[in-house]
């Protein structure tokens, strides 16, 4: 569908030049961006590539358990193991 917008000119030029540096067309940046914002909008703010991955959310209870331990560790150091 085609469809006509008016933007202010500073930010069209900073659009074209994000899409041009990213090597996308004009289009397809300004769908990647109301795609996001639809996301936001409805309360889903996983990025895309996050699905591919179960958003890794195994790793969540593993990465607390390290940085409980390292907590642990730095509570048990004394003043000469530092210097």
């Known amino acids: 569908m085609k469809t006509t917008i008016e933007l202010p000119d500073a930010t069209f030029r900073q659009a074209k030049a994000l899409a041009a540096g990213r090597g996308m067309t004009l289009k397809r ?9 639809f996301r936001r909008c409805s309360g889903n703010t996983e990025a895309p590539w996050m699905a591919g991955f179960g958003a890794l959310s195994d790793l969540s209870d593993e990465n607390r358990r390290v940085l409980t331990v390292i907590e642990q560790e730095f509570e048990t150091l004394s003043p000469e193991d530092i210097t």
């Open 29 to 37: 940046f300004f769908t990647e961006a109301l795609e996001e914002q």
